[in-house]
């Protein structure tokens, strides 16, 4: 199973009227407050039609570099479709397509909600799956907390998965925002025909950083990542880390 550590500039966009969209350097601000800087949330960022970005890393465990890249484009106000690739793994190369659509919504409580559903070419269970996220977020001031509940059924075997992601990041100025990721997945269905290399668990946790200017941002994660495997004894662990650009338009 790959071990993808994603630190992007953020998850989501919103349509917005061309004679309301502000400066770069505004819109930048705006991305470093919302602190939509990880692919794996889930929080709107209402100021953007779309964005492209990549990412590269190393995943020490397995002893391999990470490559990604996704591009996110706004259909209406409260609604994107999204489409990522994602390369891990020099001796046996595997790649997964997302195609992801989103509603967004927000209320007035100040809680960011948002529900995603799509397609995982190589999802947790090492299987082709379908996923439903549901992600919560709240901005207190410079502290933004978030986190996204995601649910994936296999398409083969019968297989199932649960993940959770949560993380808290704090705007350090108007274009620096620092903070702490951690992810964990379970591996739902138990029995003993599991496909070759399924985790039966896995978690990964650690510092992020991102600074933008004007509709770029450079982002760096990195994480302490574990990984035990089903009807193995096999566990691994160790350091995986990113490095992250990308433009907002």
């Known amino acids: 199973m790959k071990i993808c550590v994603i630190a992007l500039l953020c998850s989501q966009v919103a349509l917005a009227d061309p004679g309301e969209l502000a400066a770069p350097q505004v819109q930048s ?3 470093a407050r919302e602190g939509a800087y990880s692919a794996a949330a ?5 100021e953007r039609r779309g964005l492209i970005v990549m990412s590269m890393g190393y995943d020490q465990p397995r002893n391999a570099p990470i490559l990604s890249a996704l591009a996110q484009l706004a259909l209406t106000a409260r609604v994107s479709v999204r489409a990522g690739i994602e390369r891990s793994d020099v001796d046996d190369a595997t790649t997964s397509a997302v195609l992801q659509f989103d509603a967004l919504a927000q209320r007035d409580a100040g809680i960011d909600v948002a529900f995603a559903a799509g397609y995982e070419g190589l999802g947790f269970n090492t299987v082709p799956a379908a996923v439903a996220r549901v992600g919560l977020g709240r901005q207190l001031g410079a502290l933004r907390i978030s986190s996204v509940a995601s649910y994936g059924a296999g398409l083969e075997e019968g297989e199932r998965y649960g993940s959770l ?14 903070g702490l990721e ?7 269905e138990r029995d003993d025909d599991e496909p070759a290399d399924e985790p039966d668990w896995q978690l990964r946790a650690g510092p992020m950083l991102a600074y933008a200017f004007d509709a770029f941002a450079l982002t760096a994660n990195i ?3 574990t990984t035990k ?3 193995s004894a096999l566990q691994r662990t160790g350091v995986v880390g990113t490095v992250g650009v990308g433009r907002t338009f």
């Open 29 to 31: 601000t705006v991305a």
């Open 42 to 46: 889930l929080a709107p960022v209402r």
């Open 165 to 178: 992601y949560s993380a808290c990041s704090y705007q350090l100025g108007t274009r620096t925002v620092a």
């Open 182 to 188: 951690a992810v964990g997945g379970l591996d739902l």
């Open 223 to 225: 994480g302490w990542s």
């Open 229 to 231: 495997y089903r009807l």
